[in-house]
Nanobody
């Protein structure tokens, strides 16, 4: 049984930083595609960043240059380092994974991911 568990969310002021983690059990980050998504109240779920097993990363335009996705295969943990946070980054953040998806061109749509975490809230105040 696959479980993805996010942590690291919280409340910060604009300009601050947070690092989200997503620990996996029953799944290995050494294969497939992993991603971070976010959803603000009343808005659709948005792809933020993705990383392919070989290390290829992609970002949405809204976070490019501020967020960094990475993974530690030995710890089976996915990360999202978020710097220069803005109030518009406020949302529930989710990690997602698919064991055979090759995400090379862009952050894939949320519908193609097989496994999801429960989410962690990020709130950025101005």
């Amino acid at each position: 049984q696959v479980q993805l568990v996010e942590s690291g969310g919280g409340s910060v002021q604009a300009g601050g930083s947070l690092r989200l983690s997503c620990a996996a059990s029953g799944y290995t980050y050494s294969t497939g595609c992993m991603g971070w998504f976010r959803q603000a109240p009343g808005k659709e779920r948005e792809g933020v960043a993705s990383i392919y097993s070989v290390g290829i990363t992609r970002y949405s335009d809204s976070v490019k240059g501020r967020f960094t996705i990475s993974k530690d295969n030995a710890k089976n943990t996915l990360y999202l380092q978020m710097n220069s946070l803005k109030p518009e980054d406020t949302a529930m953040y989710y990690c997602a994974a698919h064991p055979t998806l090759a995400c090379i061109a862009r952050v894939p749509a949320s519908g193609v991911f097989r496994y999801w975490g429960q989410g962690t809230q990020v709130t950025v105040s101005s």
